[in-house]
């Protein structure tokens, strides 16, 4: 049997940065960057060593782009000759595989069936990055089709990458939805920053389940033009990152107005580029009204109620007014699937059919096909939501779907997140984890959720994962209300202090 290669021994200067890397924000990237110490060519291999190193234990990064050093030389070399674009400039940033990048990286969902598509084009938001001068240093793993393809399927599971598991408890802690591995991959500093994209809970819970910062803006303050669809009303992308001033930086890159050439009607007239950073405040939470929606916090299990009412307590503590309980009256509401099943299957059809000629698949019905064909590798958790989708849309008439929609806003606004920071003079609602999620997706209104805790212990629920593990409080608001939202997340971060970095080995 041969020997195995020996490892190499790293020089102190080497052993610094490795462990430097480990929580460093954006802001300190840039400095040293800056003052020379640093470039990003460095800085991107840092991160890929630690890929190579830890991403075979959490398996959240899909695929990396292979141009990744030689973009980081060029805004290297840039940064020399007339300065640095932007706080991003040179800082390397994963992206879900469900936007488009006009790169040698994939644009899939997590579907086999589009392993080999290229997006002749970038996303909007990725063009706002490349402007800004960040490195896409690849693609994050996800929930194939943002969860909308089986009833059974796994959080993170998806059938061109596999299972994303949570760095605090790989394989025993949930991972949470959709842009699993956005998160995941932040959570492991295996990325400086993230972006995910949400139509209900997708960047919200997998943060809130994995220790980091998640936005999800306000419908329309981000173009989705470029980003594979779910529910056109309600998509949105967002950042991820280990703390609220990233977080701020990364969503003021993204936000702002279309082009010309790629119109987005919800993002029209919106400015471009705005510092949200100008909003964060250590102290922010003085005089600030949160209302707490008792209703919600009946359904959590003890250890996760208890993190909760210590970030209540601390709220408090620190100058916010807790208005503790208040009442959603749109909280017994029926929802109806309407807006699903109608916009899913046109959306998704218009996607799939602007594809490449070479791409297997130009619409649902081609993928459900497709996926029955391929039913070893496909189908580990069968499609039956892609095939209720394919059939059930249909059947909605423009006038039904106006109607639920109208509906379903009315109710989420009215006599949902509107009617109680109305009646109760609130600045913005507090719910735990993931929970108001849906509330404020159909809303079309921001969430922003912070590191609270981490419950040793927990219960197994009925969806079958447990809630032992890392939980964040999730601060929720109007419309366009991020400014806020951001002072008050920020507030309670600088108070509590709750993130630590996982221990992979």
């Not at 595989?97 to 994939?106: E, R």
């Not at 760095?167 to 400086?192: D, T």
């Not at 009204?289 to 003890?302: S, T």
């Not at 106006?402 to 806003?409: I, N, P, T």
Request: charged share 20%.
């Amino acid at each position: 049997m041969p020997e195995s290669s020996p490892k190499p021994v790293l020089n102190d200067k080497q052993l610094h940065w490795q462990n430097w890397i480990i929580e460093a924000d954006i802001s300190a990237m840039q400095t040293e960057m800056a003052g020379g110490a640093l470039t990003s060519v460095q800085l991107v291999q840092l991160y890929l060593d630690r890929i190579s190193k830890f991403d075979i234990v959490i398996n959240a990064v899909l695929e990396l782009n292979p141009d990744a050093l030689e973009i980081a030389a060029g805004l290297d070399r840039e940064r020399l000759a007339s300065g640095a674009r932007s706080i991003l400039h040179g800082i390397p940033l994963l992206v879900k595989d469900n936007i488009d990048t006009a790169d040698k990286l994939h644009t899939s969902a997590g579907s086999i069936a589009l392993a080999e598509s290229t997006a002749a084009s970038d996303a909007v938001l990725i063009r706002h990055l490349r402007d800004a001068g960040a490195v896409i240093l690849g693609k994050a793993n996800m929930t194939e089709w943002s969860n909308f393809m089986a009833s059974g399927m796994w959080a993170g599971y998806s059938s061109r990458g596999g299972l994303v598991l949570n760095p605090y408890g790989p394989g025993e802690l949930f991972v949470g939805g959709s842009s699993s591995g956005s998160a995941a991959s932040v959570a492991a500093n295996l990325v400086a920053a993230a972006i995910g994209t949400e139509t209900s809970g997708s960047i919200i819970g997998p943060a809130s389940q994995n220790s980091v910062v998640g936005i999800k803006p306000t419908a329309g303050l981000v173009s989705t033009a470029g980003i594979i669809p779910g529910i056109g009303t309600q998509d949105t992308a967002g950042p991820l990152a280990r703390t609220v001033s990233d977080a701020a930086i990364l969503l003021g890159a993204i936000t702002g107005a279309c082009t010309p050439e790629q119109p987005d009607p919800k993002a029209a007239g919106l400015p471009s580029a705005p510092d949200y950073t100008a909003y964060l405040d250590p102290q922010g939470l003085h005089g600030v009204r949160i209302g707490i929606p008792r209703a919600v916090y009946q359904e959590l299990d003890k250890h996760v109620l208890a993190i909760m009412e210590e970030a209540i307590r601390l709220l408090k503590d620190n100058g916010a007014i807790m208005v503790d309980p208040v009442e959603l009256p749109c909280l017994g509401a029926e929802w109806s699937p309407v807006m699903l099943q109608y916009e899913f299957k046109r959306g998704l059809d218009r996607y799939l059919a602007g594809l490449s000629e070479s791409i297997p698949v130009h619409n649902l019905s081609e993928l459900i096909a497709y996926n029955a064909q391929h039913s070893g590798i496909a189908l580990k958790y069968g499609q039956d939501t892609l095939e209720w989708l394919e059939k059930s849309g249909d059947e909605i008439s423009e006038e039904e779907y106006l109607a639920a929609l109208h509906k379903s806003r009315m109710l989420a606004r009215d006599q949902g997140i509107d009617y109680t920071l109305r009646e109760h003079r609130l600045d913005c609602l507090m719910f735990p984890g993931f929970h108001g999620t849906d509330l404020a997706a159909r809303a079309g209104y921001p969430l922003i959720t912070v590191p609270a805790g981490y419950a040793a212990e927990g219960i197994i629920t009925p969806g079958g994962y447990t809630t032992k593990g890392p939980h964040g409080v999730t601060f929720s608001g109007t419309a366009f209300s991020e400014p806020v939202l951001l002072k008050i997340a920020y507030g309670f971060e600088q108070a509590a202090m709750r993130r630590i970095p996982p221990c992979l080995s």
